[in-house]
């Protein structure tokens, strides 16, 4: 399966400053996808990152908050911008590999913590 | 919306003894798949089922997928200290994009 990587891998942020994650994988994939997770909660989808256009947003998550970009096959950004406290989460980036069906593999995940 | 549900949320048991993790959608899944998340970690795939009635193995997992393929188990036989961590289902809906709706998450410690 591809090898993803992401950084920062933790971070502290202070209230109202933003946060770039970005996701390298070691291989091309076809979809790249973007989570969070809050302390003991399950994941909720964020969006859908694609490749050479806008990211496909869940509901109750806007591009203002969270702008994705995808450059190329191998590569997603995730900003969060203008942090509050309800933002501390961890991030997950995963992905769908070529020919790895619907399966999805994570990155190591970002744990963000803004006071 | 798709809303995942997994019962129970938390379970404590005995080394040696069986665990079992249901897990029910409220719509009709095209597949479903479980993950395994050990503590600090990321969530691990494990499997994925497609077919009504299913039922796959892997050693000393049993997984399960419902005739109205709404709902799926996960059985452990004689669970080890290695089992401990949160199991997540997964489900995809038909026409959904490839995206996924993770259940709320059942979390095993396994004692000694």
């Known amino acids: 399966s591809a090898v993803i990587s992401q950084k920062p891998s933790r971070d502290i942020c202070q209230r109202g400053t933003s946060l770039t994650i970005q996701c390298q994988v070691d291989?091309?994939?076809?979809?790249m996808f973007w989570y969070r997770q809050q302390p003991g909660q399950s994941l909720t989808l964020i969006a859908t990152?694609?490749?050479?256009?806008?990211?496909?947003?869940e509901s109750g998550f806007v591009i203002d908050k969270f702008p994705i970009s995808r450059p190329n096959l191998t590569f997603s950004t995730l900003t969060v911008s203008n942090m509050s406290p309800e933002d501390s989460s961890i991030y997950l980036c995963s992905v769908e590999e070529v020919r790895g069906g619907d399966t999805q593999y994570f990155g190591p995940g970002t744990r963000l913590t803004v006071l | 919306g798709q809303q995942v549900m997994q019962i129970p949320q938390y379970q404590h048991v005995q080394e040696g003894e069986d665990f079992t993790t249901y897990c029910n959608s409220s719509?009709?899944?095209?597949?479903i798949q479980w993950y395994k998340q050990r503590p600090g970690g990321h969530p691990v795939f494990l499997i994925q089922l497609v077919k009504s009635g299913e039922v796959k193995k892997q050693k000393r997992l049993t997984f399960q997928f419902g005739e109205a393929k709404k709902n799926s188990s996960l059985h452990i036989t004689a669970t080890q200290t290695t089992d401990v961590g949160t199991y997540f289902c997964a489900g995809e809906v038909t026409g959904g994009g490839n995206k996924l709706t993770f259940g709320t998450g059942t979390q095993l410690k396994v004692e000694l």
């Open positions: 291989s091309q994939v076809t979809m």
């Open positions: 990152a694609n490749q050479g256009s806008e990211a496909t947003y």
């Open positions: 719509t009709t899944l095209s597949n």
